[in-house]
């Protein structure tokens, strides 16, 4: 049987047809990308209440990915908010933590993606780099808009990220934030300018996550690692 993966998602405002309402949203392009490596994906809308939900979800698929979306609040990792940052989405944010911990509560495997990975060090206890151009000076990995930025990325040669897609590549990105810290997490790749793009777990379990975003390039390395893990 395929394995099941679920993906977190938006609860956003949305318009087609002649609605204009409140919709679970996601770009069909990760949906793509988890047929194509071989599973089966359904979306996990983020609940009222998303304590009482986590655990009978994760206990229902195979595997979980963590998806891009807006900034983090700032207070799940102690900081202040800066002005680039997005406003709080209190609800998407605990939903995620929430099914991170009930997927480390039964060793399920795990891919972050953009956002995802920032949220991933975040559970860990980890922080974040509010706004990259601070850091870096450039805006070359979200030039603005609904554009991507193409960033090369150096990676780990002996790292599961490099097992999967080799040991540099050029990824599509859109992000203005990065990971600082990242507890218990190991850095499995860069971009030439230093910024943190993906990193993973020790030990066995498929637990890792990349800033870049490898639905948009039909990347199915990851993708295959993480149905490969779910299907065992």
């Given at each position: ?13 949305a ?18 990308s ?9 979306l ?18 195979d ?19 800066h ?52 850091q870096?000076?450039h ?94």
């Amino acid at each position: 049987m395929k394995p099941v993966i679920g993906l977190s998602c938006y609860r956003n405002k949305a318009q087609w047809g002649v609605w204009d309402t409140e919709a679970v949203l996601l770009p069909t392009t990760y949906t793509r990308s988890v047929e194509l490596a071989g599973g089966i994906p359904i979306l996990l809308p983020p609940p009222q209440d998303p304590g009482d939900h986590a655990d009978a979800v994760v206990a229902r698929i195979d595997g979980l990915i963590i998806t891009g979306g807006p900034d983090v609040d700032p207070a799940r990792y102690g900081a202040d908010r800066h002005p680039q940052t997005d406003q709080p989405g209190g609800v998407r944010d605990a939903w995620e933590l929430a099914l991170l911990d009930a997927a480390d509560r039964i060793s399920l495997p795990v891919l972050g993606i953009c956002r995802g990975l920032q949220v991933l060090a975040v559970h860990a206890g980890g922080t974040l780099q509010q706004h990259l151009p601070d850091q870096l000076g450039h805006q070359l990995h979200s030039p603005g808009g609904a554009d991507y930025g193409t960033v090369e990325v150096i990676v780990e040669p002996k790292s599961r990220v490099a097992s999967l897609v080799g040991d540099r590549l050029q990824v599509s990105c859109h992000h203005h934030q990065a990971v600082a810290e990242h507890p218990g997490l190991q850095i499995s790749a860069r971009s030439a300018d230093g910024a943190i793009e993906a990193l993973e777990a020790d030990g066995e379990r498929f637990r890792l996550g990349v800033q870049w975003h490898p639905e948009e390039r039909d990347d199915a390395g990851l993708f295959g690692g993480l149905i490969k893990a779910a299907a065992r």
